[in-house]
């Protein structure tokens, strides 16, 4: 935990970057269980850990696509291409399907198909 906070600290991501940044893992990772807790049926501690675990697997995935896998372009940057534009003008194909969502919107999907995983595991 604490060489993931030093790593996040020193990546040159100014205060409300590294706030927004904490934003989502808080979102990704605690959202659904707490809903689903709060109104949900919860049958088991697996439900709530899957949620967790792929929702922050996910975001981070996420995020390392559009920072360090596929980052854009200074060029493309410049013409005023969004992000998902810039992964179907050069790639395509599934990425751009990926590409067009932000990281929490896919963290947060992912965190509710691993609570749904953890739910039919019990039955």
Do not use: D
């Amino acid at each position: 935990m604490v060489i993931g906070g030093v790593i996040f600290a020193f990546s040159g991501e100014t205060i409300l970057g590294l706030l927004e940044m904490s934003l989502s893992i808080i979102l990704v990772g605690l959202f659904v269980p707490l809903l689903m807790g709060l109104y949900g049926k919860p049958k088991s501690e697996l439900s709530g850990v899957l949620a967790i675990v792929l929702g922050a697997i996910f975001w981070l995935l996420r995020e390392l696509m559009e920072g360090v896998f596929l980052p854009i372009t200074k060029a493309a940057s410049n013409t005023g291409l969004n992000y998902a534009e810039f992964v179907q003008n050069e790639h395509g194909g599934i990425l751009y399907l990926i590409a067009v969502f932000p990281s929490a919107i896919c963290g947060v999907a992912a965190s509710f198909v691993g609570y749904w995983i953890g739910q039919r595991k019990v039955e």
